[in-house]
């Protein structure tokens, strides 16, 4: 399926997971008949199949529909782009930025689609560091570069609301393939994101 802002919802699914949630807010002593409620089983299901569209959208297939042949061969970035999950031990969000770059081998992409594949991936329960992995080895397999790399740095609510609620701990995870797993390249690319080149 290729990307789609998704805002359709079947009819089925949405009343099946509604009932579902209409049930927990009756099990934790909520009244589900009040007036403030009322409507919250219907909109925490259509939250909960948004928040978890990626199951149904195929990444490979976003790449390959913006492919170009081009001989260009330098590092390309995107940095700074918004990712929205769900950590998949306690359902609660977990939200940030993710740095992704790669050197072409004979074909470019379209820039959109970078930060469309981390909403594919991100649009499922994760955990920080398989959606890296997630992310990397989609740009990898499906380009065929010199070299990715992918940082994602994320607050996790279930550290700042719950647990330990430490409200100020950041998480950062990594992964390199071809090129920059070479020291120099690697340097040259977490430089870039960090620095400010306006």
């Known amino acids: 399926m290729p990307y789609k802002n998704f805002e359709e919802y079947n009819i089925e699914v949405t009343e099946e997971v509604k009932g579902k949630f209409k049930s927990i807010i009756e099990d934790i002593g909520e009244d589900t008949e009040r007036d403030g409620i009322l409507k919250t089983p219907e909109r925490a299901a259509k939250a909960m199949l948004f928040l978890t569209q990626g199951y149904h959208q195929n990444p490979e297939e976003i790449l390959k529909g913006a492919m170009f042949k ?97 409200q100020n701990s950041v998480t950062t995870t990594s992964g390199f393939r071809g090129q920059f797993e070479k020291i120099e390249t690697r340097t040259e690319f977490l430089r870039l994101i960090t620095s400010d080149l306006t």
């Open 70 to 166: 081009e001989d260009y061969d330098d590092m390309v970035i995107v940095k700074d782009i918004e990712l929205y999950s769900l950590c998949e031990h306690h359902m609660l969000p977990f939200f940030g930025k993710a740095h992704i770059a790669y050197i072409p081998n004979g074909h470019i992409v379209g820039l959109s689609k970078l930060p469309r594949i981390v909403d594919v991936f991100a649009r499922r329960l994760q955990v920080q560091e398989r959606l890296t992995h997630d992310i990397l080895e989609c740009i990898n397999d499906t380009l065929k570069p010199k070299g990715v790399a992918v940082v994602i740095e994320a607050s996790h609510m279930c550290m700042m609301m719950r647990g330990v609620q430490k």
